[in-house]
């Protein structure tokens, strides 16, 4: 199937490369929106450690006194015409279903420090998020690939489980454009280094691939805590004690639907996690009751005492019952040099006041 898909992997590649041409030509318009945009995008599918990212220079444009908003397409949600404010900084205004999971997980990490917007034309909401909402810098999630709104700040996540997507265009690999397309990155950020079987080749590969310009940082992935599903956003009192203690504990099983789930099953290994059992569902599962009770009947037979699961499948399962005590990981990232990509944030916002 693999080799059969090839000649469409070939096409979308000639055609990534086409438009790309077409935007540098000048043929196809890029649009300013008047305030600095700082897009976070990946060169594959999958999950990559984008979301997190996105928080963080979130909370650092906020740390600058700006008010920032994340503008995303919402992928999965119900309807992708509509244009969605899931948060306007201050309040959630929507739930999974009409934002989709990853907007709605932002939204509620963001309250108080970034308003969250899901639309397919984001040079519109753009717009309409400086006059409604006073947004003075937005945050383009997922924005690599989309040449249609001009930036002043181009950062690629690059997943060191699997950098490039199995090496092929989609449909026949996860690569969405050629991996020369890091070029036009102003910082890559290696993400899970502390999963990577040689960081060191990695990096002289992406600093070939990308050239001078482009700052290379690697991060790695960190657990802050844990807390029970269905319990307030906030991180509880005494959090990490308590996920020592259950790391070390108790027996556990683990389920999610993201991008990546063989990373997330050992991120949680190399936490201390007995794991007798894991279970990986499609990117965005929409969970049904059949699924949850296949998991725990599974997870009890394998002799697991509690489940684990992402803070990103945790927003589709707010009222869901479980008879063994379900915890949500809660993730940050961890950079080897922080300072330098604050840096680039404040030069980006910064820049257009010069």
């Not at 979308?12 to 086409?18: D, K, N």
């Not at 300013?32 to 990559?48: A, D, E, F, H, Q």
């Not at 929507?94 to 990853?102: L, P, R, V």
Request: hydrophobic share 40%; glycine share 10%; proline share 3%.
């Amino acid at each position: 199937m693999t080799i059969a898909l090839a000649p469409l992997g070939i096409l979308y590649g000639a055609v990534a490369r086409t438009r790309l041409r077409l935007y540098r030509s000048g043929f196809l318009k890029t649009e300013n929106v008047g305030v600095p945009v700082i897009s976070v995008g990946n060169i594959t599918t999958g999950g990559t450690g984008k979301t997190p990212l996105v928080e963080c220079v979130a909370r650092a444009v906020a740390l600058e006194g700006r008010r920032a908003c994340v503008l995303t397409r919402g992928y999965g949600r119900a309807d992708e015409r509509r244009r969605v404010v899931v948060s306007d900084g201050e309040r959630v205004l929507a739930d999974a279903g009409e934002s989709g999971d990853e907007p709605r997980l932002l939204a509620e990490q963001l309250l108080g420090v970034a308003a969250v917007v899901c639309d397919r034309d984001r040079v519109g909401a753009a717009r309409w998020a400086r006059e409604t909402l006073g947004a003075e810098v937005f945050i383009l999630d997922d924005g690599f690939q989309h040449m249609k709104i001009a930036r002043d700040l181009d950062i690629v996540t690059l997943d060191a489980t699997a950098p490039w997507g199995g090496g092929h265009m989609l449909p026949r690999g996860r690569l969405r454009e050629p991996r020369e397309g890091l070029r036009r990155a102003d910082c890559i950020i290696i993400t899970r280094s502390e999963q990577a079987s040689d960081l060191k080749g990695l990096r002289a590969e992406v600093a070939r691939l990308a050239g001078s310009r482009s700052l290379v940082i690697a991060s790695r992935v960190r657990t802050r805590g844990l807390r029970l599903l269905g319990g307030a956003y906030e991180m509880i009192e005494g959090a990490n004690a308590e996920l020592e203690s259950v790391a070390k504990g108790q027996s556990a099983a683990a389920f999610c639907g993201v991008g990546n789930p063989r990373a997330f099953f050992e991120q949680l290994r190399r936490e201390g996690f007995d794991l007798r059992y894991t279970r990986a569902f499609p990117d965005h599962h929409d969970f049904r009751d059949s699924d949850l009770a296949a998991v725990v009947r599974e997870a009890e037979q394998g002799g697991a005492r509690i489940l684990l699961t992402t803070a990103k499948d945790a927003v589709k399962l707010r009222g869901r019952s479980f008879p063994l005590p379900c915890y949500v990981v809660e993730i940050g990232l961890e950079f080897e040099d922080e300072e330098a990509l604050l840096g680039l944030v404040r030069e980006a916002i910064q820049y257009r006041e010069r």
